[in-house]
């Protein structure tokens, strides 16, 4: 009877563990179902078949653009850890090409900081080398103060909030102290007052990483939406008083501007934004207001600071316990298209404010190869091959650099993928002898496999560049200063690294190939010396 009660009680005791590791098995978290393309979704990834005779296109299209609006729900549609990242299952294949397009990267969290720490430890850092290059050494003629936006001993009184952190009344300041308080003025400050007629920064401004920093780590006092536009923008004001432009993630890295999609319809990247002012800075044109990437605490640092109460009301908790907000402007701002962090924190670009308006006025100017904005219409220059011609003869185009700089922004453009240049904008006080100022690159980096060449019919068309320009083009197409390495190692700079995808590094190389192969085209069609312009200042 004994031998029987333990037998008994042995079974029982098996009993019980085997359902309480069956409950522990149903209790274990599912992984998320990563849609391949061969169920119909975009799968992650951008080489799928595109023929127009496969089975079920127009419902894998209907598909694909869902994803792209509800990127919210994307278990990758905000930043987290590399860890949470990789706990996520995919289907082997759509592994394997994930591998294959992230192992060049110095960016990933996986060791790649460390390697590009030792190679520059080394001195192999091939951007370093780059900004020794005596391309990147040519120095500005001597600044009057009619080279100088702001003259820091009248203009900065403009500035009271700033000037009194530091100890400074605008009054009673002898000649040494006037010298010496630029040094002592917050980042944002510093960058304004260095601003003159060639450039929006020096090439080794040390308030430039300060300001970066600041970007990324001065605490948040307010928030408001910014008037205007087609997409949702915020003005953000930190402590020091700088403000930034505010565009929140929209889409994640891997996916592409769909193929039915109008370049005025385009979603605007947050990451296209940070890319494109480093882009801005390999090329050393110096004309992107400085951007970082950042992770936002969207109660916290949104909806606890922000006065606007159109803003304020868009805020809701989403089914799956995230904070949502979609704010109001022309396109994507309702619930379908709402912004939900994870489950609160969300990336996106700050870009540091030029100086106000009321301080330093901006004249906007028409592209002169600007597009139709219409799903039928041309503008002019798509349909005349001479309209060049039509606009060398139009001012400011008919003398100084400012055709010079059109073409410049074309190659910086095109580079990028970016349709979207309508307007741009130059300083009011330096008139037409200053450069142009490459603001608003969010529709950049849309389509890695596609090269949009009509981006470059402005300089197929006027066959002109810079002689700056074109040596620093062919020193980028060189093995030693290859331009997609060098973005790589410059993007490994900013927090929300890696900011772009290996297609998209591939993709500036590409391109920058066929600029060159136009200007190739342009001098053996009309010489070197009527194609090559030297610099003038």
Same mark, same amino acid.
């Given at each position: ?400 650099? =400012?055709? /010079? @700089?059109?073409?410049?922004?074309? $190659?910086?453009?095109? !580079?990028?993928?970016?349709? %979207?240049?309508?307007? +741009? ?80 590094? =591939?993709? /500036? @190389?590409?391109?920058?190939?066929? $600029?060159?192969?136009? !200007?190739?085209?342009?001098? %053996?069609?009309?010489? +070197? ?9």
């Amino acid at each position: 009877m004994m031998l029987f009660r333990k037998f008994r009680a042995l079974l029982l005791t098996v009993f019980l563990v085997a359902c309480t590791v069956h409950v522990m098995i149903d209790l274990l978290p599912r992984p998320d179902r990563r849609t391949s393309a061969a169920d119909g979704g975009d799968g992650g990834d951008v080489g799928g078949c595109r023929c127009a005779d496969s089975p079920g296109r127009a419902e894998a299209d209907k598909r694909a653009l869902r994803i792209l609006h509800d990127f919210g729900s994307e278990p990758d549609s905000n930043r987290t850890s590399a860890a949470a990242r990789s706990q996520r299952r995919r289907t082997p294949g759509e592994a394997d090409e994930r591998e294959r397009e992230r192992e060049p990267l110095v960016g990933e969290e996986s060791g790649g900081r460390a390697v590009a720490a030792a190679a520059a430890a080394a001195g192999a850092s091939r951007l370093a080398a780059l900004f020794q290059h005596p391309l990147y050494q040519l120095a500005l003629p001597a600044l009057t103060e009619r080279d100088a936006l702001f003259d820091v001993n009248t203009d900065i009184a403009f500035y009271p909030k700033a000037t009194e952190q530091q100890g400074w009344d605008g009054e009673g300041r002898d000649e040494e102290n006037a010298r010496a308080a630029p040094e002592s003025y917050p980042n944002w400050l510093r960058f304004h007052v260095g601003i003159n007629r060639y450039e929006l920064y020096a090439g080794r401004d040390p308030a430039l990483d300060g300001l970066l920093r600041d970007l990324l780590t001065q605490k948040i006092t307010s928030v408001a939406m910014k008037s205007g536009g087609t997409q949702l923008k915020l003005i953000v004001t930190f402590q020091n008083y700088g403000q930034a432009l505010f565009k929140p993630m929209k889409q994640t890295r891997e996916q592409q501007t769909p193929p039915d999609f109008f370049y005025f319809s385009d979603f605007e990247r947050h990451n296209a934004e940070i890319a494109a002012f480093h882009l801005d800075r390999v090329l050393d044109f110096r004309r992107v207001p400085p951007v970082a990437g950042r992770l936002v605490n969207m109660t916290r640092e949104i909806r606890d600071v922000t006065r606007d109460k159109k803003l304020w009301r868009t805020f809701f908790i989403s089914p799956a316990n995230n904070v949502c907000f979609y704010g109001e402007c022309s396109y994507y701002c309702s619930t379908e298209h709402a912004l939900c962090g994870k489950p609160d924190q969300i990336e996106g670009s700050l870009a540091a404010f030029l100086p106000d308006l009321n301080l330093a006025k901006r004249k906007t100017w028409r592209n002169p190869w600007r597009r139709s904005y219409h799903k039928r219409k041309k503008a002019e220059w798509e349909v005349d091959p001479d309209y060049c011609d039509e606009v060398k003869r139009t001012p400011p185009y008919d003398r100084g650099t =400012r055709l /010079l @700089d059109v073409m410049d922004m074309t $190659v910086f453009d095109f !580079l990028m993928g970016n349709m %979207d240049r309508h307007h +741009y904008e130059t300083f009011e006080k330096f008139g037409n002898d200053t450069f142009i100022i490459h603001l608003d690159n969010g529709r950049g980096f849309g389509k890695h496999s596609h090269d949009e060449m009509s981006i470059l019919v402005p300089l197929t068309q006027c066959c002109r560049v810079k002689k700056s320009t074109f040596l620093r083009l062919q020193l980028l197409a060189k093995e030693d200063y290859r331009l997609s390495a060098l973005m790589e190692e410059s993007l490994l700079a900013d927090r929300l690294s890696p900011v772009l995808i290996r297609p998209h590094l =591939r993709a /500036l @190389d590409r391109r920058l190939g066929l $600029v060159l192969r136009v !200007l190739a085209d342009c001098v %053996d069609k009309e010489g +070197y010396g009527d194609v090559v312009a030297e610099d003038r200042r």
